[in-house]
């Protein structure tokens, strides 16, 4: 599904975020990507999401070649995954059912499908019971709920997410990522960066370990 | 605590159809979502839609105004009279062929003459100067005959050819067109209204500027948000949208203060003009803008609002992208 060959990024100033990375995500398959502060977890979702280009090498998605992918063809590429931040980047001045329909009204879809989606979105976080509400009235890990509401309404088959518990207790977390496997056991394909140790170990998934934008585990599934 | 029973139904690809709807439901939904951004920041809208207004205004009212000028010297046109001075010895019976030769001419309408005895009395009666008048040993005034070309003569090229041929007439001394005047003033209203043209573009080009420069700014202020729809899967027209209303409605609202300024403007000089042509003997009454000028005047406000966004939305968008 997702997949990485012989991948360098080189940043300005000749800093090395990613070196000859290979990786290979199957469909449906969930892995976390763990390591230190700048071993390059963020760059690799970003060359994923197509927000940066790789210096050299390819990468495909759902067997498509995106490397060279050209300007106008990046918000269909996107419609096709959903992404969760560290910091949500929900628009704080629509409220959350405005928030989560987004995805949908960019793609097009007609209104009653877009309330079905968007409450069976809620529902699956949580949240139905705060549809109308505005954001900065919710906790931080509602607000990643949402965020994560928005990430999946439109079905994406691949669901990216840059250190989503981030700014959350353990308690959240632990939620927060039993969603995502939630997912993966419907079919999504997911990838999570997350220097959270403990926690991703506990989840008995796939754990890609970068350091100095090499992997270092190579990519044996952990069992 | 979380509800994984209910799988929803699977979610088709919206179809063509329902593409175009929803399509049209997002234009209305930008439409009143750029309204309402606007009404949130009252302070900048207002200020940006009164230097809409005032640019608009300036050339509207004195393109209006001149229009007025030319209604009023057109009515002026009518007394485009040719005044045939005749030497002071012409035989009565000379003037009488004289004046039956100008009635048979069909670039003339109406004939009348004046002689010289008339001519002293409405002297003597104008100039109270009686007791000059009555020192003079003979009557200085000559006769005259005032000739009114009809309306198909009134072309500058056949009054001119008429007065040339008066002018070969053995006992006419001088021949006066009673034109001139109107020729200058209408010379002048042509230079005015180049230069209100010219005021007109250049207002208009700074519309164009403001407005482009508030989008941007809105869309500087909103750098965040674009930057997440775009993640999102937005393409740069769905970004673009809500900005080309908000170009919009500025250009809407803009165009209709405008026009309340130019009617204002009228109202308040409508009196002071109306005495003012009184004082030249003439009818007048002051033109106000009709409805399809003034619906000209509040679409090409909003033709400028969306240019000017446009402007601003182009570029700019595109070259936002999330980091």
């Not at chain 1, 965020?147 to 088959?157: D, E, L, Q, S, T």
């Not at chain 2, 393109?63 to 000028?69: E, M």
């Amino acid at each position: 599904m997702i997949e990485l060959q012989n991948v360098t990024k080189r940043y300005p100033g000749n800093r090395e975020a990613l070196a000859q990375l290979n990786l290979v995500l199957e469909r449906g398959e969930m892995a976390f990507l763990t390591g230190p502060s700048g071993a390059g977890k963020s760059t690799l979702l970003k060359l994923v999401a197509a927000i940066e280009r790789p210096t050299h090498g390819q990468i495909f998605i759902n067997q498509r070649n995106i490397t060279h992918i050209p300007k106008n063809k990046v918000p269909n590429l996107r419609r096709y995954m959903g992404i969760v931040f560290q910091n949500h980047h929900l628009l704080y001045d629509r409220n959350v059912f405005e928030n989560v329909s987004l995805p949908l009204r960019i793609a097009g879809y007609a209104q009653a499908d877009i309330s079905r989606r968007v409450r069976a979105a809620l529902d699956k976080v949580s949240l139905l019971n705060k549809e109308h509400v505005m954001p900065i009235m919710l906790s931080g890990g509602e607000q990643q709920r949402v965020g994560i509401a928005r990430a999946v309404v439109n079905k994406p088959a691949i669901l990216l997410a840059d250190e989503p518990t981030g700014n959350l207790d353990p308690q959240l977390s632990a939620e927060i990522m039993q969603l995502f496997s939630e997912f993966n056991q419907v079919g999504v394909t997911v990838l999570v960066a997350s220097h959270d140790l403990s926690l991703i170990s506990r989840m008995r998934k796939r754990i890609v370990r970068l350091r100095g934008g090499r992997c270092t585990n190579g990519d044996r599934p952990v069992a | 605590m979380l509800n994984t029973r209910r799988q929803p139904k699977p979610l088709i690809r919206p179809n063509r159809s329902t593409r175009l709807y929803s399509h049209l439901r997002d234009h209305l939904r930008s439409l009143v979502f750029s309204l309402g951004k606007l009404y949130r920041q009252p302070l900048a809208t207002t200020l940006t839609i009164l230097m809409i207004a005032v640019a608009l205004a300036l050339p509207a009212c004195m393109y209006i105004l001149l229009d007025n000028l030319r209604a009023v010297t057109q009515k002026w046109d009518d007394s485009g009279q040719i005044t045939l001075f005749l030497n002071l010895e012409t035989s009565e019976n000379d003037i009488e062929k004289l004046r039956s030769r100008a009635t048979a001419l069909e670039e003339i309408e109406t004939v009348e003459y004046v002689s010289a005895e008339q001519a002293l009395d409405e002297f003597r009666a104008l100039s109270e100067l009686d007791y000059l008048i009555d020192g003079l040993a003979e009557n200085p005034l000559p006769p005259t005959l005032t000739l009114t070309p009809s309306a198909s003569a009134k072309a500058p090229d056949t009054l001119h050819r008429l007065v040339s041929d008066f002018r070969s007439y053995p006992d006419v001394e001088h021949v006066q067109l009673d034109m001139q005047w109107l020729q200058r003033l209408q010379a002048i209203s042509d230079v005015v209204q180049r230069a209100i043209t010219i005021i007109g573009i250049t207002l208009a080009i700074s519309v164009l500027l403001v407005v482009g420069n508030s989008i941007r700014l809105d869309i500087e202020n909103r750098r965040d948000e674009i930057e997440v729809t775009k993640l999102i899967g937005a393409t740069n027209r769905f970004i673009r949208r809500p900005f080309l209303y908000g170009g919009m409605w500025y250009g809407l609202l803009g165009g209709v203060i405008a026009l309340l300024l130019v009617f204002t403007v009228l109202l308040v000089i409508e009196q002071p003009a109306q005495r003012l042509v009184t004082l030249y003997n003439s009818e007048f009454e002051l033109i106000f803008p009709d409805f399809w000028q003034g619906l000209g005047l509040v679409t090409t406000s909003i033709a400028l609002g969306v240019s000017g966004s446009w402007l601003a939305v182009g570029r700019h968008i595109a070259r936002i992208e999330p980091s």
